[in-house]
């Protein structure tokens, strides 16, 4: 089999991996990079496999909308992507893009198999839960007799409403293991502790009646913190507060995971309508706000919508507080300039942060031991790690090159397994 990188490879975002035998060519993921609109990818696919919901891994797909190749990925992956495209559409339609329309959307969702088990000419291709957001999945690609093992974005770790990859489940002894590297270089304190810094950090805003920014994925992210404060303050963790969500789009998926609680762990499962909130409140704008408040909202890296509004509106007062829950920001966007250089631009101001900016990973990426973790498990004679910065990609390199080949390729780059 021919594997070539087209698109995360030393880095985050756009992932993309074609790979062919004589009689078929798939694309292991389609994503789009937040910063570049446009598609540089292939289209000459018979099948696209997605791993999981989340637009660097999906959201090149309404390029392929003229070709027809067969889409494979579970239904919470097809619901939700097609949701995010959906959203893509308007976005770029109100800054006056019309490459695509809602028709394209509705196209990618009919050429949609949501299975977990495809056979294609001389290939067999099989999915396995991935853990890090409802519906991802690790794909196997068997043919000519070798087999590579994809994992898209995984967490070995269980978190409060999903269950880790089973890495039990996967297939032994892979001639390759393409493996995500996000945090390659880092070993995370246990989930528990984050969640009590991530606490601690909330009362003593509250302390002080400051508001606090989060901003957060629409996608699982936006589901898991609201229900976490929501718990906590039926449990008298937090004191009462007002709490928001603002985003349509992560309104409309929570009601998928009220429809899918089997997705999720048994103790989500036994609760009737598990995402429907007690003390947490959804608005349409941020004119609604009673402050002080606590406000989760889109989108995560704050670079648009209500996140980046209330980061401006939030940041230069010093009772505030902006917690970060994702480990990755990319280079430039506000969240990472408010955190790092406590100073960004906002409607041609310049914005001095004097607010706390407190970074907790709660991401649902493996850390380093997992990812070794999953290297010792699955003990594959050839390792590729994409999707990572190349310091992350070379610190998880240089802990399990002594277990299996490592490569960690550029760009366009071509292995043959
Ligand atoms: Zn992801």
């Given at each position: ?102 028709q394209d959307v509705g196209k990618i969702k009919d050429l949609w198999l949501t299975r977990d088990c495809v056979a294609l000419?001389?290939?067999a291709i099989q999915l396995y839960p991935a853990g890090h957001v409802a519906g991802a999945k690790i794909t196997s690609v ?21 269950e880790g990859c089973n890495v039990d489940l996967l297939p032994k002894e892979p001639d390759v293991l393409i493996t995500e ?237």
């Amino acid at each position: 089999m021919k594997i070539e990188l087209l698109g995360g490879a030393r880095e985050v975002g756009g992932s993309c991996i074609a790979v062919e035998n004589g009689c078929c060519k798939i694309a292991l993921d389609y994503g789009v990079k937040i910063e570049e609109a446009s598609n540089q990818f292939p289209k000459n696919f018979d099948a696209i496999i997605v791993s999981h919901a989340h637009l660097d891994h999906s959201g090149n797909l309404l390029g392929l909308s003229e070709k027809n190749p067969v889409v494979v990925g579970s239904d919470i992956t097809r619901d939700v992507t097609t949701d995010l495209l959906y959203d893509m559409v308007k976005i770029q339609s109100q800054k006056g893009n019309n490459f695509f329309d809602d028709q394209d959307v509705g196209k990618i969702k009919d050429l949609w198999l949501t299975r977990d088990c495809v056979a294609l000419p001389g290939m067999a291709i099989q999915l396995y839960p991935a853990g890090h957001v409802a519906g991802a999945k690790i794909t196997s690609v068997h043919s000519e007799g070798k087999e590579i093992v994809y994992t898209g974005d995984f967490c070995i770790h269980d978190t409060e409403i999903l269950e880790g990859c089973n890495v039990d489940l996967l297939p032994k002894e892979p001639d390759v293991l393409i493996t995500e590297s996000t945090y390659g270089g880092i070993v995370r304190s246990p989930r528990n502790e984050l969640i009590d810094q991530f606490f601690r950090q909330m009362l003593s805003t509250m302390s002080r009646k400051g508001n606090v920014l989060i901003p957060t994925f629409a996608f699982h992210r936006s589901q898991e913190m609201t229900r976490r404060i929501d718990q906590a303050m039926k449990d008298g963790v937090l004191p009462r507060y007002n709490v928001y969500t603002i985003s349509n789009l992560a309104h409309r998926i929570t009601g998928y995971f009220n429809e899918n609680k089997q997705l999720f762990t048994e103790e989500v499962q036994k609760q009737e309508q598990p995402f429907e909130y007690r003390h947490v409140k959804h608005l349409y704008r941020t004119g609604q706000i009673k402050e002080p408040a606590v406000v989760i909202c889109t989108s995560g890296f704050g670079h648009a919508g209500a996140s980046l509004h209330l980061l401006a509106q939030w940041a230069e007062d010093e009772a505030n507080s902006i917690i970060l829950t994702s480990g990755y920001l990319p280079p430039d966007s506000p969240l990472k300039l408010a955190k790092e250089n406590r100073s960004f631009k906002y409607d041609g101001d310049t914005i001095s942060v004097q607010a706390e900016v407190e970074q907790i990973e709660l991401s649902g990426h493996a850390d380093q031991l997992e990812l070794i973790q999953l290297v010792r498990k699955l003990k594959p004679k050839r390792t590729v790690i994409v999707h990572g910065d190349i310091e992350q990609a070379e610190a998880l390199s240089e802990k399990i090159s002594e277990m299996t080949d490592v490569c960690i390729p550029e760009k366009g780059e071509v292995i043959v397994a």
